[in-house]
């Protein structure tokens, strides 16, 4: 087992987009929406728990290569209809390999810091469809879902 020998990779602008979903039920939706947590912030709390997780990516994901990110943001969508969040991750940098992994991470602390910050209002909590949505950079080219 080893890390993937990328010295001989060019260096290019890479950036990749991940989202995912924390779906509630319709009376915890309406807590997050009215009185939000005793613990604080929670969309501010969850950006920031993103960020760390991208910047801490080979921290968490063996054999994953640090990375200096240039970007990492992390942003929230309420879908009302579906007493749903959607969490979006969007990773940029300069270097050598991709930085899909940071994303996913990024996404993946985000919905665990809202699921933990929202869990006093039972365990009905369902964190879902954590994917990869965009991609570029590198010699695969682009990818788009």
């Known amino acids: 087992m080893a890390m993937v ?7 290019t602008k890479r950036v990749a987009r991940a ?3 924390i779906i509630f039920s319709p009376k915890a939706y309406k807590i997050l929406l009215k009185q939000g947590s005793p613990k604080g912030d929670i969309f501010e ?5 993103g960020i760390m997780a991208a910047k801490n990516t080979p921290s968490l994901i063996p054999l994953c ?14 879908l009302k209809s579906r007493s749903t969040v959607r969490v ?3 990773v940029s940098a300069s270097g050598k390999t991709g930085v899909e ?3 996913l991470s990024a996404v993946s602390a985000a919905c665990l ?17 954590i994917r990869l949505m965009h991609k570029s950079g590198g010699n695969s080219g682009v990818y788009h879902r």
């Open 65 to 78: 290569h640090p990375l200096f990110l240039e970007k990492v943001s992390v942003s929230f969508e309420l």
């Open 45 to 49: 709390t969850a950006k920031i728990a």
């Open 113 to 129: 810091t809202i699921y933990d910050m929202m869990k006093f209002t039972g365990q009905v909590i369902t964190i879902s469809d």
């Open 19 to 21: 989202e995912g979903k």
């Open 101 to 103: 992994m940071e994303a």
């Open 5 to 11: 020998d990328i010295s001989e990779k060019q260096i």
């Open 88 to 90: 979006t991750a969007e």
